[in-house]
Nanobody, 124 residues
Framework: QVRLVESGGGLVQAGGSLRLSCAPS????????MGWFRRAPGQERELVAA????????HYTDSVKGRFTISRDNVKNIIYLQMNSLKPEDTAVYFC?????????????????WGQGTQVTVSS
């Protein structure tokens, strides 16, 4: 079974940066739109950022615009989430996911393949 594997989470002080990476355990997702989600304690999972399969279209939730950047390297088959100016409210488990072909990656319902998640904790 194909899995997505996230890495790069950790503990950082407010104002700091982290870069998350996501790679599939098998097969390639270069033709799929990809997204990063997060789930904070007691909250619903939310779509943070999404990127088209070519990497030329991106989407961000309002709370991270200007601070987070999603990108992909289709040669290495890795998706990144660069997170700058982190805030305590960014604390969550972050998941990467692959969107269904032809689905709108700006919608949470478009995704059907998920990673296990990586914890990001931002201290104040």
């Amino acid at each position: 079974q194909v899995r997505l594997v996230e890495s790069g989470g950790g503990l950082v002080q407010a104002g700091g940066s982290l870069r998350l990476s996501c790679a599939p355990s098998a097969r390639t997702f270069t033709m799929y739109a990809m997204g990063w989600f997060r789930r904070a304690p007691g909250q619903e999972r939310e779509l943070v950022a999404a990127i088209g399969w070519k990497g030329d279209s991106t989407h961000y939730t309002d709370s991270v615009k200007g601070r987070f950047t999603i990108s992909r390297d289709n040669v290495k088959n890795i998706i990144y989430l660069q997170m700058n100016s982190l805030k305590p409210e960014d604390t969550a488990v972050y998941f990467c996911a692959a969107a269904n072909v032809a689905a709108d990656p700006r919608t949470a319902g478009a995704y059907s393949i998920w990673g296990q998640g990586t914890q990001v904790t931002v201290s104040s």
